[in-house]
């Protein structure tokens, strides 16, 4: 994958003439680029809102992650789906708002 990704030019020039352009390949490396960073995006966002809902803060939060995990098959999807579910269970949402405010660390 990287020799394709970096050396597009050598690859059509060993291949067959029907090869897609190099521009396909620069193209190619900004949609992985973008996909991959949403992806690291995504895990932080993930243990950010493990600890909110470890310290019973950011409901809302969490429940919008977990809408995005729904977007990753198929684990992503279980996640999000059963914490969704938790989330919106009225004692659930009682024991957020029983939570004492304290300090805005959540680490």
Not at 9 to 20: H, I
Not at 55 to 64: D, L, T
Not at 77 to 99: F, H, I, N, P, Q
């Amino acid at each position: 994958m990287t020799f394709m990704l970096t050396l597009p030019e050598t690859l059509n020039a060993k291949s067959k003439p029907d090869m897609p352009p190099a521009e396909f390949f620069s193209i190619f490396i900004w949609v992985f680029g973008f996909l991959l960073s949403f992806v690291a995006v995504q895990i932080v966002m993930n243990l950010i809102s493990g600890f909110c809902i470890r310290h019973r803060r950011w409901r809302v939060f969490s429940m919008i992650v977990a809408g995005f995990d729904c977007i990753h098959l198929p684990f992503g999807s279980a996640l999000g789906v059963c914490t969704l579910l938790v989330l919106l269970r009225d004692s659930v949402k009682k024991m957020y708002s029983e939570t004492k405010p304290g300090p805005g660390v959540l680490l």
